[in-house]
């Protein structure tokens, strides 16, 4: 195997359990400002970034509910937020913790956390984590069988959850879970009646449980994305996590500075049921960083969250960058400053490449007359658009999935500092990233600090570091055959490059094979279609069949724009699936796909579908990848039809 290592940052070994940085923090810094809470409704966002080349659109977000904190220490524009010192958070922590040993949780219990992205998650990870719990993730979204499944093979015995909805889907699974005593809902301010419970408590019974975990105690068990067959609960060790958000620390540190406004911060937005936002959230208390919390992923709740909390760094999937792009492309058309917004998306992709050669001695740089280009574009455009995210962001991290080349280019080009990971849930988020001064668009970088990469000879990644899970939870044999001497399998295909770069081209078992033998890893051929405005997502299929074909879903939006633009805005978007001009416009997609692939892998034929692959229909996980073998069986009947009778 061809192996490539980064050697680990020099620093104290991680001890003890996540949420004695918590403690420390607050006993060494008390006024520092670790968290911040909107308090009030959003206001939208500013009216230049719609009415510009680069806009926008806005509208409000939503607020965080739940218990009291202090506004002292909270700085800048933060007209919408609360800060919450690290003294003010350590006492709620204590206060909910000791709430919580009333309510019978006992060290090592596990406890469902079923909720959107919000403060009062953050405040029950540390809570459990001082008396020794594990956490276990939900998707608020998860269907009731999901839930039965996660809660029983956990052993559950309390869950957390937002309304009156989830704890009904809760409540209809109870008499399957025998180890479950609790129900705390958070719209009925469960978190205030837990922590009146708890007011007669010591505080030394918290502190005597929490000095009693050790870095190798689980922490949380996550569920993988289980986009084929069940999904399985991955044991996440304090040590796990503590490693993982070290290296980011240690290795991307000048990145999170990058705007020298002081304190860093950011605005976690990521699913906390999915160990990414995990990863975020450990990193930024760990790191002493400011975090706000957004519980929906919309670019109509980011953005105006955005514009008021002014974070200074973030971590993002794809799917965010794809939709701000879109949206912004959306709003320059409509203002009669498409071709403006062309030349300048054009330049910046010029101008990012041409940088990039020159970090690995492969070109000068970009050249005098794409110089000011680029700065004549840096007002009109690039400036508007960084305001769109509060102004002050300069360094994105950005993983879950792959980022598009060009789409990483052009917000580079527009004055951000893109680093593109790779992970997986049993790597407690990222294993490889781009190093900071030397980013290679398109690929995920090299391993973090501490972390070793490896291909085998059939081209799967192979990953070893401080970050890899323990296991699988009743799982022994999964986890004998996936972990071999410290090396953890991961099911992805990659390559590595002549400077150690790795780039992930696709799944093990998504290798697709028609009945002529031919291979083909369908992840890179989707994105490429997938790049063109209107389309929203493509799966390729032709397992076992004469030549490859792909299932189309398009962007409702995209395709209100596109009807609006040929005048046919009177016309259901649906209804013209099957229109001329329609189909010559994805086929263009579709072509230049193409030519990134010999025929015998190019697409042959494709279908339009009438509406998006959806969470609710069962055909993306809660992360977005899709369930191939799910979307296969849905579609079936089309699929038949593309290769006739």
């Known amino acids: 195997m061809r192996e490539f290592t980064t050697p680990a940052v020099a620093g104290p070994e991680a001890t003890g359990g996540l949420a004695d940085s918590l403690y420390d923090t607050a006993e060494r810094s008390p006024d520092l400002v670790q968290l911040a809470r909107r308090v009030g409704p959003a206001r939208p966002a500013s009216s230049a970034c719609s009415s510009s080349s680069s806009g926008a659109g806005s509208s409000s977000g939503s607020s965080s509910s739940g218990g009291s904190s202090s506004s002292s220490g909270s700085s800048g524009p933060l007209d919408e937020w609360r800060g919450v010192t690290a003294r003010e958070f350590r006492d709620e922590v204590l206060a909910l913790a000791k709430g919580l040993l009333t309510r019978g949780v006992r060290y090592g219990d596990r406890v469902a956390l079923m909720s959107r992205t919000r403060y009062e998650w953050t405040l029950f990870d540390y809570a459990l984590w001082s008396i020794g719990a594990i956490t276990v993730p939900v998707y608020p979204t998860a269907a009731a069988e999901q839930v039965r499944w996660i809660l029983a093979e956990t052993q559950a015995v309390a869950c957390l959850v937002e309304d009156e909805d989830a704890a009904m889907t809760v409540g209809a699974v109870c008499d399957a879970l025998p180890d479950l005593t609790g129900i705390w809902q958070l719209d009925r301010d469960c978190v205030a009646a837990i922590t009146e419970d708890g007011r007669d408590v010591p505080d030394s019974l918290v502190h005597r449980q929490r000095l009693g975990v050790a870095a190798g105690n689980v922490a949380t068990v996550v569920y993988t994305s289980g986009t084929t067959g069940r999904p399985k609960g991955c044991l996440i060790t304090h040590a796990n996590l503590a490693a993982e958000a070290d290296a980011l620390l240690g290795g991307w540190r000048e990145a999170f500075h990058d705007t020298g406004a002081g304190q860093p911060s950011t605005l976690l937005f990521l699913p906390l049921a999915h160990v990414y936002g995990r990863a975020v959230q ?185 970050s890899v899970f323990g296991g699988y939870l009743n799982h022994p044999q999964c986890t004998a055959e996936s972990l071999i001497d410290g090396w953890f399998g991961t099911g992805d295909l990659g390559r590595l490059d002549e400077d150690g770069y790795l780039t992930i081209t696709g799944r093990k078992k998504d290798l697709i094979v028609t009945n002529s033998g031919k291979n083909l890893a369908p992840a890179a051929l989707e994105e490429r279609v997938a790049a063109h405005p209107l389309v929203s997502q493509c799966l390729v299929v032709g397992d076992d069949r004469p030549y490859v074909a792909a299932l189309i879903t398009l962007d409702p939006a995209a395709l209100a724009h596109w009807l609006k633009t040929h005048g046919l805005e009177q016309l259901d978007p649906w209804a013209v699936l099957a229109d001329e001009q329609l189909h010559t416009e994805v086929q263009r997609a579709v072509a230049a796909a193409n030519t990134a692939v010999s025929r015998a892998e190019s697409i042959r034929a494709f279908r339009l579908l009438a509406r998006e692959f959806s969470q609710d229909q069962g055909l993306l996980t809660p992360s977005l990848k899709l369930r191939r073998a799910a979307i296969a069986e849905y579609y079936a009947a089309d699929i038949a039809e593309l290769y006739g009778p």
């Open 282 to 466: 450990v990193a930024a208390i760990r790191g002493g960083f400011r975090i706000g919390h957004v519980p929906e992923v919309s670019t109509d709740a980011l953005l105006p969250a955005m514009e008021s909390f002014r974070p200074t760094f973030l971590h993002v999937v794809p799917y965010v960058f794809e939709k701000i792009f879109q949206q912004a492309r959306r709003a320059a058309e409509d203002a009669g400053r498409g071709e403006l917004f062309e030349q300048a998306r054009q330049v910046a992709v010029d101008w990012a490449a041409a940088r990039e050669q020159k970090a690995f001695g492969r070109g000068p740089g970009p050249g005098p007359k794409l110089r000011l280009r680029h700065l004549a574009y840096e007002r009109t455009v690039y400036q508007r658009l960084r305001a769109a995210l509060g102004g002050r962001v300069r360094s994105v991290m950005c993983g879950g999935s792959s980022l598009r080349r060009e789409l990483g280019l052009f917000f580079t080009g527009a004055g951000l500092h893109l680093y593109e990971g790779y992970g997986l849930t049993e790597t407690s988020a990222a294993i490889t990233a781009n190093p900071v001064g030397r980013q290679k668009l398109g690929t995920v970088g090299h391993p973090l600090p501490g972390s070793s990469v490896a291909l085998a000879d059939d081209g799967e990644v192979w990953v070893r570091g401080g």
